[in-house]
């Protein structure tokens, strides 16, 4: 497959120059620079405020940078509604609102591999291509641990199973690179451990950029950190760089001091 030769050879999943977003007077996204390697988990941490969500929008394309370049896999993504970078690769997890509540696990899965179909099995016509829709759904739920409630309504999910379907959903897209915005929020420790298992098996098949305040998720699953501050990258490193960089620190205490 091209993308695990992408990952072999060493390539960019994700390439970001000059990313830049204000609302009004603020400035949140200042001249961002990433470059994401294939197959790793990048996670950017961040005080409240430093503009992490903004730039998940921003590289998913819910969001219009005011400037900037973003390449996936040196494709220009930049200029590209959402749904044309869905379709190339590029998906964002939990967004809630993307799960129809009145329907059940498997059709949730079902209608998300529907809408990254044309990628993979447009050549096929519209019953083998439901049939073969129904089955990578089974399997996604496999893949996220839903197969035991793949026939219940979206509605009766726990949080934690609701947030394993956000998963699905996005996996169902077929991502190459997958942006994740705070995976763990509201769970409890052994959720947050099965959340972690989760996105650690995703490595294998996928790049993840992940936004996360649990810092010990972060250092259990990041291969490397960035560290946002008012917008702009502070420090990018391995997990031993950033916990022993001092200007991180000082950022961290800055934001403890202040509340
Ligand atoms: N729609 C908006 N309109 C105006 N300002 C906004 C908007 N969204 C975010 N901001 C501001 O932009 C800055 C960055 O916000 P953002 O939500 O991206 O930060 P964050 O790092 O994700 O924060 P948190 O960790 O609290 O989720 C903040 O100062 C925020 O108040």
Known sequence: MAHEHAAASGAQALSVRGLKKSYGGLAATRDVHLEIAAGQVHAIIGPNGAGKTTLLSLLSGA???DAGEIYLFGQAMHGHA?????????????????VFDELSVLENLQVAVQRGQHRSYGFFHAS????????????VARRVGLEKVAHQLSSQLSHAAR?????GLAIACRPRVLLMDEPM??????????????????KQELTVVLVEHDMDAVFALADRITVLVQGAVLATGSVDEIRANAEVKLAYLGEEETQ
């Not at 959402?82 to 993307?98: D, H, K, M, N, P």
């Not at 947030?163 to 998963?167: G, I, M, S, T, Y």
């Not at 929020?185 to 451990?193: L, R």
Request: aromatic content about 2%; charged content about 25%.
């Open 63 to 65: 969001l219009a940078a």
């Open 82 to 98: 959402e749904q044309a970078r869905v379709a190339a690769g590029l998906v964002r997890s939990f967004q809630i609102t993307s």
């Open 128 to 139: 083998a291509s439901d049939r073969l829709a129904r089955e990578a759904a089974l399997e």
């Open 163 to 167: 947030r394993r379907l956000d998963v």
């Open 185 to 202: 929020a509201g769970m409890g420790h052994e959720e947050s451990g099965d959340m972690i298992a989760l996105i650690q098996s995703l």
